[in-house]
């Protein structure tokens, strides 16, 4: 058995790509924003996160390897070989999650030691992101596998593999499923009951790929040739279909793969006025929010500043307040800050503008003392960071080069445009 699993180690197409699958997660994971370094919960996440763009190559490369009897006209010889059909295609199918698994582990040992080298609280990865990705790969390789043995072309297979791979994970055809996650806030935890249901998934599609092996002389079965040839074999086919049906079914029962932590008793809060509280797991940004909580209650001639910035779930539930989200980096995460100060200068509106025209001035007004806000508090605009809202930029550049008490009275002036213009006529 070991010498059969490492010549089809040898013989997979996959081995020529696997030095591009190791690089293409390992950029994967700082091609796009390192927010996750020095947070356990997000560097889980971000190590499971490019499993995705590389799943598509191993459903493409799991539906060439099975599909190779087709192509050597062996399957006659295949069929009849001593050993178990389902055992070779275990082995074959086997090296495929092998060569899935092994990029993967290198992304995620290259993450762990990133964010361990850090000032980092303690902790480690949180298994149930790891788990999610290789329930991605063992079925992303199941799949390929069973086209490669039911599609006799040589083309179809391995362009049909990536397509659906890309429509279920990518494009969200069935939403439900959640075989992969974009981030992995403190503020959720992986359910075990869902996930469980997923790695049902998993082995269904395993059950589905190696009975496809067991076809007659090898060649690929349709429904013309069902009634005919070995009935085990046909109930194999029914039972790999019902399990796989059946474990969709409980995925969508299990509900969603993730639920909300609850708050813990005693977060992690600055000494600083005004002070900062996050998340424990979170301890790595807390250093950075300081700086800016501090210079926002430099603001309090213009901004009611509360005395305390929270982390969004530390109150209450989520998204029942207006609370800054680390989720998304320190940038993000100033704006929720500036956004809960302004909250906090013009309370909750008696009325809304009555027309157009107030009510564009009331958001241009608005808009920019709010970029103006997070320019001073923060800085410059990330490069990495795209879109917004419009404002008028000549403006904002002019006022912030402009001497401090000419800022402060342009910020007043916006700040009597929103409230004059909140009940305008």
Sequence with gaps: MTKIFFIEMRRSPLRWWLPFLVLV???????????WIGVWPQTSAAAQLPVFYFAIILAAGAAWASGRAFRSETTENL?????????????????TVVYGLMPFLVGTA?????????????????PGYLVLATVLIVCTCALGHLLGRTIQSKIAAPL?????VFMIVGFGVLPFLELAVLSGAPQFKVELVPMLARLALAAALVGAALAAGRTAAGRSWTWSRFGRGNQFQHAAYLASAGAVVLSLVLIYAAGPLRSAR??????LCSDSTPKVCVWPEQRVHLARMVPVAERLGALSSVLVVPGTFYEEGLRGPLGSNSDFA?????W????????????????????????DLDLRRNAEAFTILKEWIVARVYGPKPSDIHGGFE????????????????QVDWARSKIAIVRETTCGG
């Design 25 to 35: 997660d390992v950029s994967m994971l700082f091609s796009r924003s390192t927010e």
């Design 79 to 95: 069929a009849a070989a001593a050993s178990p059909p389902w055992r070779r295609e275990a082995i074959q199918l086997a090296t």
């Design 110 to 126: 290259v993450a762990a030691v990133t964010t361990a080298v850090g000032d980092s609280p303690r902790g480690f990865l949180w």
């Design 160 to 164: 049909i593999g990536p397509v659906v």
């Design 262 to 267: 609850p708050a813990p008793e005693e977060p």
């Design 326 to 330: 680390l989720v998304l980096g320190d």
């Design 332 to 355: 993000a995460a100033t704006r929720g800050m500036v956004s809960t100060a302004l909250n906090d200068t013009f309370g909750v509106p008696a009325c809304e503008p009555t027309n």
């Design 391 to 406: 404002y008028d930029e000549e403006e904002l550049a002019r006022v912030l080069t402009s001497s401090e008490s000419q």
